[in-house]
């Protein structure tokens, strides 16, 4: 790609961009052996495409349907892009037997006060949970073995997605016209029941939808919640400064 003279983005390895005589840009994002290639004329594209084939094997798939799981919709017209993952969670449903299971309208239940010290305890629990498959349920989670509370907070979020596998990312671009990132950062205070650590969150927006987010524990317990403040600014700070670049 440098041979080529593309650039390597300082801010993301697998990113790498080009401009052309005309003023207008050629993107080229490669993950392990998957490859998207964005600009806006295809004569461009189909040109780079023949350029790679001529260093390696690749096959030609096409416009942009599908990639790492996710499902691509694009309306042209209505200047809008639609990102979803229903095949990838009606397969997780079916993996769990969740498929048929009543839907819920809320992520997670406020009746969920998740801790170490629910663990199993009684014999029957610890026989309960060697069955159930929690681990692996979090595992598919995490890409969208404690104690059957968990296991029961993991089955109403599988029964949220049960309810929205037709909702997806939209993007488009009269949501705002102005193009700049928008971000929103929120915590609870000392929320964990085991370190009363609290949790932090933000959420950027680019074209009225998220393009980055993230909920995590503090590694360290804030003695206020003025401390939490600044400590969650300084997370989406940080994170805005990447974006930007």
């Known amino acids: 790609m440098v041979k080529s003279r593309f650039t390597r983005s300082n801010y993301d390895s697998y990113f790498y961009h080009k401009k052309l005589g005309d003023g207008s840009w050629v993107y080229l994002l490669l993950y392990v052996d998957d490859m998207l290639i964005a600009a806006k004329s295809m004569l461009i594209i189909d040109d780079l495409k023949k350029q790679l084939s001529g260093e390696f094997e690749m096959k030609d798939l096409g416009a942009a349907k599908k ?7 694009k309306d042209h017209k209505g200047g809008k892009l639609f ?8 397969k997780v449903l079916e993996r769990f037997g969740l498929h048929e299971a009543k839907a819920v309208t809320t992520p997670l239940g406020a009746h969920f006060k998740l801790s170490s010290n629910l663990s199993p305890k009684p ?25 059957k509370g ?5 089955k109403w979020i599988l029964r949220y997605l049960r309810g929205t596998t037709d909702v997806g990312l939209v993007y488009d671009q009269s949501a705002n016209p102005s193009g700049n990132i928008v971000g929103f950062v929120d915590f609870d205070f000392t929320g964990d029941l085991d370190k009363r650590r609290s949790t932090i969150g933000y959420v950027f927006t680019l074209s009225g939808c998220a393009i980055s987010w993230k909920a995590t524990l503090q590694s360290t317990v804030a003695l206020s919640t003025t401390e939490v403040e600044y400590m969650k600014i300084t997370k989406a700070v940080k994170e805005a400064l990447w974006l930007k670049g």
């Not at 990639?67 to 919709?73: A, N, T, V, W």
């Not at 990102?83 to 009606?90: D, F, N």
């Not at 968990?150 to 993991?154: F, L």
Request: hydrophobic share 45%; glycine share 4%; charged share 25%.
């Open 123 to 147: 014999k029957e629990e610890k026989k309960f949970m060697a069955r159930v498959p929690y681990a692996s349920a979090v595992g598919s989670l995490m890409y969208a073995m404690v104690c």
């Open 67 to 73: 990639i790492l799981g996710m499902e691509i919709h």
């Open 83 to 90: 990102l979803s993952q229903k095949k990838y969670i009606e």
């Open 150 to 154: 968990h296991w029961e907070a993991v």
